[in-house]
């Protein structure tokens, strides 16, 4: 609880995160990947929290508002609309919080496994990837950018709380 502590979260806010983050990725039997809630995955995930701690309180705050309190209690397509109706006006602190649940849940081994990747980082032992003709990029470095920034929402607020 000491780390849980550090992250700068509450009780009741790891509880929600909980609840929340076993919503977004449940458990599957079917292809034997563990749930965002299982406790290894929730510790890691309160760990990463970091400089997005206020735009994950902000989160938690409020769907628990949304919900009146009761997330868990409610059944599961409940918590999945309320979860997809926030997301869609969320802005930033939604974004932040998918993006340190999803973060975390891709970190574990056992989804790794799953997914039939190796357990590890990719350095110091890398991946070897076949050398092709680097000039076939020139036409697109030239091109001006036209891809969505990440780092901005719908609304073109940044999710790290800058402007």
Do not use: C
């Not at 409940?78 to 997301?87: C, M």
């Not at 340190?100 to 849940?105: N, P």
């Amino acid at each position: 609880m000491d780390n849980k502590a550090k992250a700068g979260l509450s009780t009741t806010e790891i509880r929600d995160l909980r609840d929340i983050a076993g919503t977004m990725i449940p458990e599957s039997a079917t292809f034997g990947v563990p749930g965002a809630d299982d406790p290894a995955i929730l510790d890691d995930i309160v760990k990463s929290v970091g400089r997005d701690l206020p735009l994950v309180r902000e989160a938690l705050a409020a769907i628990a508002a949304r919900s009146a309190g009761a997330f868990a209690g409610l059944d599961r397509d409940g918590r999945e609309a309320l979860i997809n109706d926030y997301y869609a006006s969320g802005r930033a602190a939604a974004v932040t919080l998918g993006r340190v649940i999803v973060g975390a849940y891709y970190r574990d081994d056992r989804v790794l496994l799953a997914l039939g990747l190796e357990a590890r980082a990719p350095f110091p032992k890398g991946y070897t990837l076949e050398q092709g003709d680097w000039s076939l990029l020139d036409a697109v470095r030239k091109r001006a950018p036209f891809w969505r920034d990440d780092r901005t929402t719908l609304a073109g607020e940044r999710s790290d709380g800058r402007q």
